[in-house]
Nanobody, 122 residues
Framework: HVQLAESGGGSVQAGGFLRLSCAASGKIYRITKMSWYRQAPGKERELVSEFFSDGGTRCQSSVQGRCGVSGDNPLSTMTLQLDSLKPEDTAVYYC????????????????WGDGTLVTVSA
């Protein structure tokens, strides 16, 4: 019903920054929230940042002070900028969206992107 296209991953040196974008398409009536998660090798997936349809944003403590999130209105595209990168930021970053799907009853549904790899070298 909905596709999430992630872009902006790659290799970065420590101290640099990354900018990841996620664009949603498909049978979208409304997106209530878009988020970035990440999963480092051998670790569980963790929430990084959130962008709400009312413009509100939230960054998790692990990236607090280094995180900037933006999105459009109505929400369909979200961008994460992460500054002062550290090797421990190395992970596969996943876009997540909570979507009210056109023509479907039953409330919002959750969708995931395929992930984009970010590698931070010391």
């Amino acid at each position: 019903h909905v596709q999430l296209a992630e872009s902006g991953g790659g290799s970065v040196q420590a101290g640099g920054f990354l900018r990841l974008s996620c664009a949603a398409s498909g049978k979208i009536y409304r997106i209530t929230k878009m988020s970035w998660y990440r999963q480092a090798p051998g670790k569980e997936r963790e929430l990084v940042s959130e962008f709400f349809s009312d413009g509100g944003t939230r960054c998790q403590s692990s990236v607090q002070g280094r995180c900037g999130v933006s999105g459009d209105n109505p929400l369909s595209t979200m961008t994460l900028q992460l500054d002062s990168l550290k090797p421990e930021d190395t992970a596969v970053y996943y876009c997540n969206a909570i979507v009210v799907v056109l023509g479907l009853l039953g409330g919002p549904m959750e969708f995931w992107g395929d992930g984009t790899l970010v590698t931070v070298s010391a």
